[in-house]
Structures are given as structure tokens and as C-alpha cells.
């Protein structure tokens, strides 16, 4: 029941686990909390987002010339 790392009662697995003398073992220990949380899956880093798409079309009215 107590875990050898930590000396602490470890995790409950059942719900037959709860009982009255584990109880007073982790009051006494306190609860084992190596090596049973697991470790956090790192997320996946997000694609930079790119714009897909058409170009914008140059509204330019040909009537337009230059001039100085
Ligand atoms: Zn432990």
C-alpha cells in the first residue's frame, strides 16, 4: 500500500481501497504523488496559419495615366 519512493499511501484504485486503516495511513504518510500523475501531454504546436487564397485584384481603371 505505501509507495517505496515517497513513503506515502498510494492512490486508491478501487473503490474497495477506501478503507478505514488507509485512511490513517495517509493521515500518517500523506498520499504517494511520484510517478502516479501522469505526465502532461505536450500539445501539439499550432501551424502558423498562412493565407491561402487569391491575390486581391488591383481595382486600377485603365483611364487612369499619369501625368505631370
Ligand atoms: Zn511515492
Known amino acids: 500500500m505505501l509507495c517505496q519512493m515517497c513513503n506515502g499511501v498510494r492512490p486508491a484504485r478501487t473503490t474497495a481501497d477506501y478503507t478505514l486503516a488507509r485512511a490513517r495511513q495517509i493521515l500518517r504518510h500523506g498520499l504517494c504523488s511520484c510517478a ?10 499550432p501551424l502558423p496559419v498562412r493565407e491561402i487564397g487569391p491575390e486581391p485584384v488591383r481595382a486600377q481603371p485603365a483611364s487612369v495615366i499619369e501625368s505631370r
Open 36 to 45: 502516479t500523475t501522469p505526465e502532461p501531454q505536450q500539445a501539439p504546436a
